[in-house]
């Protein structure tokens, strides 16, 4: 398949622009109830094969209503190690496998994710409490990576090229730098991969940034210890699907490996282990620099490739469509609570239309329906645990303090036994701490401003860089924002978000500053040679 030939998924879209949402609903109330017979069994880790278990489970319950998912492995540090021999032994042969051959199995896995995606998008929505929009669209961005890697290791043959230097007749008595050779020197230059690489998984986007991790590592050679979310935000499930997923499109035995357990124990091990050569990583930036700091302070050589969340602006001005600007900051604020790295979490609007701006985000935000996330047309669904419930509620009162609450800040009651809360709207000084921290939760700040240039200076002044949204239709504007801002991910006038919502193969996913670590994002071009590592060999003949 050439990259021409790749499209994106995208099944609400083309059940919408078919006449067959109703269709859409009826399959995925159909895999809710196909899910609910899975829940309450126990599950093994998965190491070369093997089935294994620990001495301990942990058990997952579903945020939406205290259901039981399931009982997994609380793996040991040992069973870690066990499962990083494992992958070191089956690195060898897959690294030798030919890059088409494995971009054929990725290819043949998003076909086997496509016949199981209503049944695993529906095991998501209970694992983190997404809307069945959201859970739908993450599985497709999962089946989009798969084939979108598979097209790009093909398009550039394995990342490997070849140069010939010419035999010459001109003969010198020592060689030196530039010197002519007699002989004919074949030059391969060609990127390999460095060996097990440790996927930590976010709770978040646990199908489509896990699958999207894991295939960037192991479609260029390399073999993975997958370790999916297993602390207080749990989505060990949807890991589990993925390695059997892989499993049944044919990925060889100890290529990549299912282990749920602690942070603590697992992720600690991953980390310091001095036979995995790199880390792949999406969570918190404390999280992050926290590993490379330790990897680098035991000396280890290790590559990581981190995003580390984002603390994301708009700026609305006063030649934006306003209608447009409240529909893509609403969106980008409180879709899935707010809970994703480029959620939108702070606004600047123009003093001249702040009032106009802000009663329509009121009016916005008060129609979003908030309730059970499987049910159709519910918008917000329950905070994803206890932690982020307590984080809200803290914020909330810190922001009556520094500033007010222009709307919401409420827990709601809906007797589902989750933390469910209001979007909620404050307004902030710039200088709070409420607006430099990132806080994961149904929060947006608004400020407003009076000239463009302190609007962009404010939307810069924080130590993240993931993504930024603008609206306006003056020209000048645009050009500035776009010439100062930094983000990785930008977008302007764009009414369906602000910040969310990057399309594998259009937009790259990537963060700029504290936000990632080299500046590569993923669902692009440049997104796989960060799990290569580039070798030129020279025969001469």
Request: net charge positive; aromatic share 10%.
């Amino acid at each position: 398949m050439s990259r021409s030939k790749f499209s994106n998924e995208s099944t609400y879209k083309t059940a919408v622009e078919t006449g067959k949402e109703a269709e859409f609903d009826r399959m995925f109330d159909q895999a809710v109830e196909e899910a609910k017979k899975l829940f309450g069994a126990i599950h093994k880790l998965h190491i070369a094969g093997k089935d294994l278990a620990a001495s301990e489970t942990i058990t997952e319950k579903s945020p939406i209503d205290g259901t039981v998912i399931g009982y997994f492995q609380k793996a040991t540090r040992d069973q870690a190690k066990l499962a990083i021999k494992e992958a070191q032994a089956a690195f060898g042969p897959w690294r030798a496998t030919g890059y088409k051959e494995r971009a054929a199995i990725f290819r043949k896995a998003a076909d086997v994710f496509v016949r199981h995606k209503f049944l695993l998008s529906a095991i998501l929505s209970y694992e983190n409490g997404k809307s069945r929009y959201e859970s739908v669209g993450e599985v497709d961005e999962a089946i989009d990576f798969m084939r979108y890697y598979a097209d790009e290791i093909e398009a550039n043959r394995g990342y490997l090229r070849r140069n010939v230097i010419k035999s010459s007749e001109a003969k010198v008595s020592a060689g030196f730098q530039g010197a002519p050779s007699t002989k004919t020197e074949k030059i391969t230059i060609r990127l390999e991969p460095y060996g097990v690489f440790g996927v930590i998984a976010p709770f978040n986007f646990p199908v489509s940034i896990s699958v999207g991790m894991s295939v960037g590592a192991m479609i260029t050679g390399n073999t993975v210890v997958f370790k999916p979310s297993a602390s207080d935000s749990m989505t060990m499930l949807t890991g589990l699907k993925i390695y059997e997923y892989f499993k049944e499109a044919g990925l060889p035995d100890g290529v990549f490996n299912y282990i749920s357990g602690p942070g603590s124990e697992v992720g600690d091990e991953l980390v310091v282990s001095r036979d995995v050569s790199g880390i792949v990583f999406t969570g918190s930036r404390a999280t992050g620099i926290g590993m490379m700091m330790k990897a680098y302070g035991l000396g280890l050589q290790k590559t990581f490739i981190v995003e580390m969340g984002g603390k994301n602006p708009a700026i609305v001005s006063k030649y934006a469509d306003i209608d447009d600007a409240v529909s893509g900051v609403a969106s980008a604020a409180f879709g899935f609570d707010g809970q994703k790295c480029s959620a939108c979490s702070r606004v600047y609007v123009h003093d001249s239309i702040k009032e106009q701006f802000v009663s329509k985000m009121i009016d916005k935000a008060r129609g979003f329906k908030i309730g059970n996330p499987l049910q159709k047309d519910v918008y917000m669904g329950p905070l994803i645990s206890d932690k982020a419930f307590r984080t809200y509620t803290e914020a909330v009162e810190k922001a009556k303090v520094q500033g007010r609450v222009l709307y919401g800040g409420n827990k709601v009651n809906l007797g589902l036994g989750g933390y469910y809360v209001e979007p909620t709207i404050v307004e902030l000084r710039h200088d709070s701490e409420l607006v430099k921290r990132e806080l994961f939760v149904p929060i947006l700040s608004i400020e407003s401003y009076k000239n463009f240039e302190d609007a962009l200076k404010y939307a810069n002044d924080v130590d993240y860089g993931l993504t930024a949204g603008l609206y306006s239709k003056n020209r000048k504007e645009i050009k500035e924002f776009m010439d100062a801002i930094e983000a990785g991910v930008v977008y302007i006038n764009r009414g369906i978000s602000a910040t969310t919502g990057a399309i594998v193969g259009m937009h790259t996913f990537v963060g700029w500053k504290g936000s990632s670590l080299n500046g590569k994002g993923s669902g692009s071009r440049f997104y796989l040679p960060q799990f290569m590592r580039e070798q030129s060999m020279s025969l001469t003949t």
